[in-house]
């Protein structure tokens, strides 16, 4: 049996939610073989975390390099990155391996409001990373750091993905997950602007939701859907993990990749 390979270059979330776990039983439940390289360990559950021990950015190099050059990988993600030394070393390996489809997540507060990149790192997550991605994934907080400016209304976001191609990214989707009212992202390719809506599921059990949106359009470019269509696809699949999400824990609850399992 032959499975299109998806690597996922992210942290740990010792809560099982978020990070490459959520990426990996996404990557499954998909149907692509998941594989990652590890930035950093974290210790967190549904409050918040507690701690994180950044992995050696020459460590992080030798995983993606292992992965790549034993199977191949057909797309990838970056989610947590952590420092700009990582990702310096996570975009050279992007460019040296040539994986073009790479979904870039711009990780930068977890849920619970800890940190998960450095401020020193974000000036190196514009200028290295965001050129390479072919799809972009901010939310309106992350949008508004790339950018310098607040993001937020429907019209904001349109501009804010515009703006987010011009910096280099091939596509982006500005998620609109923090506003009020239904969900509308809204997705930039150069030539293509479009609205995707869905309601909004009343929880608060939205733990990895962002993960698992960006490792199913990672999946879906693997198994050879042009960004939109993944995205597209996406959109559905993490509506529907968050309308079946997890009682789990005492603060926010993880959103269920393996829904229909």
């Known amino acids: 049996m032959i499975l299109p390979v998806a690597l996922t270059i992210a942290g740990s979330d010792s809560g099982g939610g978020a990070g490459i776990q959520a990426d990996l039983k996404t990557f499954a439940v998909l149907g692509v073989h998941g594989t990652s390289a590890l930035t950093a360990i974290t210790a967190q ?4 975390v507690t701690d994180i021990l950044e992995l050696p950015a020459s460590l992080v190099r030798e995983q993606i390099d292992a992965v790549v050059e034993d199977m191949g990988v057909d797309a990838a993600k970056t989610g947590m990155l952590s420092s700009a030394a990582i990702i310096e070393v996570v975009a050279d390996a992007i460019a040296r391996h040539g994986l073009g489809k790479l979904v870039v997540d711009p990780v930068m507060v977890a849920k619970g409001g800890a940190k998960l990149l450095r401020d020193d790192a ?3 997550l514009r200028a290295r990373l965001v050129p390479l991605a072919a799809v972009l994934t901010p939310n309106l907080p992350e949008a508004g750091v790339l950018l310098g400016r607040k993001v937020a209304s429907v019209a904001e976001r349109a501009q804010a993905a515009r703006d987010l191609v011009a910096m280099g990214a091939r596509a982006a989707v500005v998620k609109g997950g923090h506003a009020d009212g239904d969900v509308t992202d809204v997705f930039f390719d150069g030539s293509r602007l479009v609205e995707l809506e869905a309601e909004r599921i009343a929880t608060s059990n939205t733990h990895g939701s962002g993960c698992v949106f960006s490792a199913a359009i990672t999946a879906a470019m693997a198994r050879g859907a042009e960004p939109l269509e993944a995205v597209r696809e ?13 009682e789990i824990g005492h603060g926010h609850g993880p959103v269920n990749p393996m829904f229909d399992r």
Not at 45 to 48: E, F, I, V
Not at 234 to 246: G, H, M, P
């Open 45 to 48: 559950n549904t409050r918040g």
């Open 122 to 124: 974000v000036a190196a």
């Open 234 to 246: 996406a959109k559905s699949f993490v509506t529907r993990a968050i309308a079946r999400s997890l």
